[in-house]
C-alpha cells in the first residue's frame, strides 16, 4: 500500500487539503498509520484507531521514526466499538476493496456516525474520503493464459488500460456512495445496457472511484480509484453493437467476492 503512488499522493493532497490548522482527526483502521502521519502535519491531536494487535505495534514503531508522532495516539481498538474522548473535525477511514467487497468501511462509518451524535450531540465530522461511486462496464476479457483457459476473478491497475480487456459498453454507475448521507445496507442492479461494439461478452469489470476531497473554491476533486476487478459471466455471450443486455446483481456491502458471483445474471433482451 505504501508502494501504491495513486493512493499516496491522492491521500496526501486530500488529506493536506481536508486538515486545517489545529484539527482534531479520527482515523479508522489505520494501518500502517501514514495517513494519521499526513494528518498530524496540520492536526494538534489525531487518533489511529486500528483493531490488529501486530499492525498497531508497528504503527506505533513507525510513526516514531517521524516527526509529528507525539501529536499521534494509536489506539489499538475496534474501530466498530471506539468513539475519541471528544469531538473530532475530520474523520479518515479507508477500509476500502473494489465494490466495497470484503472490508467493513460502510459498517464501520455507519455504527460511527449513530454513536457519535448519541455521544456528542454534534453535527459530523469531515468525511475522508466523502464520496464513492461505483460502477461496471460489460467487457471481453481473456482469460488465456499461456494457453490455459481460466475463467477467474482478476484484478487490475486501473491506471494503464490492458490489451486483454475490451470494453464492450459504457461502464453503469450502480451505487453512489455518500458518507455523511444515510448509508446503503445492500447493493443491486438490475438494468438494460447497451452495447457499443461487436464481440463476446464474457465479464463485468468492476470500478470504483473514491472522491477523497471535494474543492469547492477549484472547482474540482481528488479522486483515487481502487483496484478494477473483472468478475466472469456465468456463460459468454456473443453481442454486435446496439444489442440490449439485461444485467442483474446484487451483494452486501462488506460481503465476499463469492456473494457477487453467485448473483449475476445476464440475458440477452
Ligand atoms: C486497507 S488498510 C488501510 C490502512 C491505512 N489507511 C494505511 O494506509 O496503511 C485497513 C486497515 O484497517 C484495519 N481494520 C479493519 N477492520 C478494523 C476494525 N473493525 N477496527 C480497527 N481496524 C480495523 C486493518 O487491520 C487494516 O490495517
Avoid at 499522493?9 to 482515523?27: D, M, N, Q, Y
Avoid at 468501511?105 to 451524535?117: C, H, T
Wanted: glycine letters at 6%; proline letters at 6%.
Amino acid at each position: 500500500m505504501l508502494n501504491d503512488s495513486y493512493r499516496m499522493t491522492g491521500f496526501k493532497s486530500a488529506i493536506e487539503r481536508v486538515v486545517r490548522p489545529g484539527a482534531r482527526v479520527l482515523e479508522l483502521g489505520g494501518g500502517t498509520g501514514v495517513m494519521s502521519f499526513f494528518a498530524s502535519r496540520h492536526a494538534s491531536k489525531v487518533w489511529c484507531v486500528e483493531r490488529n494487535p501486530e499492525i498497531a505495534g508497528a504503527a506505533k514503531r513507525i510513526l516514531s521514526l517521524n516527526p509529528g508522532f507525539e501529536k499521534i495516539e494509536v489506539v489499538e481498538a475496534d474501530a466498530s466499538e471506539y468513539l475519541p474522548p471528544e469531538p473530532v473535525d475530520v474523520l479518515i477511514c479507508e477500509m476500502l476493496h473494489v465494490g466495497m467487497h470484503r472490508e467493513k468501511q460502510i459498517e464501520v462509518i455507519s455504527s460511527f456516525k449513530k454513536r457519535y451524535i448519541e455521544r456528542f450531540k454534534t453535527s459530523l465530522p469531515l468525511f475522508l474520503p466523502e464520496a464513492a461511486f461505483l460502477a461496471a462496464q460489460p467487457v471481453q476479457q481473456s482469460f488465456d493464459f499461456s494457453g490455459y483457459y481460466a475463467p477467474i476473478i482478476l484484478f487490475q491497475d486501473p491506471y494503464c488500460e490492458k490489451k486483454e480487456t475490451i470494453g464492450l459498453g459504457d461502464p453503469f454507475v450502480y451505487q453512489m456512495v455518500q458518507y455523511n448521507e444515510n448509508l446503503p445496507e445492500h447493493f443491486s442492479w438490475d438494468g438494460i445496457v447497451s452495447i457499443s461494439a461487436s464481440g463476446v461478452l464474457n465479464a463485468l469489470r468492476f470500478i470504483t472511484k473514491n472522491i477523497l476531497a471535494v474543492l469547492v473554491s477549484e472547482n474540482s476533486t481528488i479522486d483515487w480509484h481502487n483496484q478494477y476487478m473483472v468478475v466472469p459471466l456465468p456463460a459468454p455471450i456473443n453481442v454486435k453493437k446496439d444489442d440490449k443486455i439485461h444485467i442483474i446483481f446484487s451483494y452486501k456491502p462488506g460481503a465476499q467476492l463469492e456473494a457477487l458471483v453467485k448473483s449475476i445474471i445476464a440475458i440477452r433482451q
